[in-house]
């Protein structure tokens, strides 16, 4: 079983910022990809930001120049540095670990989701 333990959202004026943590533990073979995926009342499950593996990022295009991603190099935890929010930034964040369960299974990992809320 795979575990994600999400932390550092909260309440920031606009302009503000936050960063999110994200801690995974448990029976993992070998990691695939960590990101963030956001998801407002009324609204779908967005992904946000994306590490692979082998570096590579992938960010929607309303959070470029303003978010980053990174990772530790055991790839057990994500970070998502979030700077310049704007109130449509508000939702709530989920941590996602795709990862290989053995040599052919790979599963996807969600966390419990923490709230960010940007208002003045």
């Known amino acids: 079983q795979v575990q994600l333990v999400e932390s550092g959202g909260g309440l920031v004026q606009p302009g503000g910022s936050l960063r999110l943590s994200c801690a995974a533990s448990?029976?993992?073979?070998?990691?695939?990809?960590m990101g963030w995926y956001r998801q407002a009342p009324g609204k779908e499950r967005d992904l946000v930001a994306r590490?692979?593996?082998?570096?590579?990022?992938d960010y929607a295009d309303s959070v470029k120049g303003r978010f980053a991603i990174s990772k530790n190099n055991a790839m057990n935890t994500v970070y998502l540095q979030m700077d310049n929010l704007k109130p449509e930034d508000t939702a709530t964040y989920y941590c996602?670990?795709?990862?290989?369960?053995?040599?052919?299974?790979?599963?996807?990992?969600w966390g419990q989701g923490t709230l960010v809320t940007v208002s003045s």
């Open positions: 590490v692979t593996a082998g570096q590579s990022t």
């Open positions: 448990g029976d993992i073979f070998r990691p695939i990809a």
């Open positions: 996602n670990l795709r990862y290989y369960s053995d040599y052919v299974t790979f599963l996807d990992a």
